[in-house]
């Protein structure tokens, strides 16, 4: 089955700067990639998503990067601000929107 | 998006019991699913909830211990079976919304057993 593997397990910035999480995928046949977004003691929120017939996509200070050859992919959070403090994951699936498979996570830390 | 809710939303259970959580969502979906997500860890996939047939169970996932129903578009229901410690955890359900083709939680259900 797929295997997800995030880094880092946890990321400090100062508030401003860029975050960039990476995870890499196994299953060649996986073709969506969601960002989900986790708050403390709250359900994961889906932040952003990609399809692997894109290379990149971007939703305001949110982007995210496809390397289908590499079977990789990378959240970038730009400007980031203490809101963005939370536990972020990635997710694999090569059944569209089903059977998500999800990396281990990261706890992303904005300083004020 | 399609609202989710589960019940309970947390529970507090002794070992060798069992606790069925329910998932009720405001539209017809095709799709449901049921994950844990272990104190300070990631999601991990139990079982795909099909309607009108058995559940579709991940690796290291079994019925007997996890039985799933899905009587209709809108409805689940996880047990948690003959429980231990071990199995507290956050029981989430998701719904694929087909239209924007993306996947949704609900609230989860915390569970300790003691």
């Known amino acids: 089955g797929e295997n997800v593997e995030q880094h880092p397990s946890t990321l400090s910035v100062q508030e401003g700067d860029s975050a960039v999480i990476k995870c890499t995928y196994s299953?060649?046949?996986?073709?969506?990639f969601p960002w989900y977004k986790q708050e403390l003691g709250k359900r994961p929120q889906l932040i952003i998503d990609?399809?692997?017939?894109?290379g990149e996509k971007k939703d305001q200070r949110i982007a995210v990067t496809l390397n289908k050859t590499a079977k990789h992919f990378s959240l970038h959070i730009t400007e980031t601000q203490p809101e963005d403090s939370a536990v972020y994951f990635c997710a694999a699936s090569s059944t569209g929107a089903n059977n998500l498979f999800f990396g281990t996570g990261t706890r992303l830390t904005v300083i004020p | 998006s399609a609202v989710i809710s589960q019940k309970p939303s947390r529970d507090i259970c002794q070992r060798g019991t069992s606790l069925t959580i329910q998932c009720q969502v405001d539209s017809q979906v095709t799709m449901m699913f049921w994950y844990r997500q272990q104190p300070g860890q990631s999601l991990t996939l139990i079982a795909t909830?099909?309607?009108?047939?058995?559940?579709?169970?991940e690796s290291g996932f079994v019925i007997d211990k996890f039985p799933i129903s899905r009587p209709n578009l809108t409805f689940s229901t996880l047990t948690v079976s003959n429980m231990s410690p071990e199995d507290s955890s956050i029981y989430l359900c998701?719904?694929?919304?087909?239209?924007?083709?993306?996947?949704?939680f609900g609230p989860g259900t915390r569970l300790l057993v003691l």
């Open positions: 909830a099909n309607q009108g047939s058995e559940a579709t169970y």
């Open positions: 299953d060649s046949a996986s073709n969506y």
């Open positions: 998701s719904v694929e919304d087909r239209q924007l083709e993306t996947q949704y």
């Open positions: 990609i399809r692997s017939n894109v």
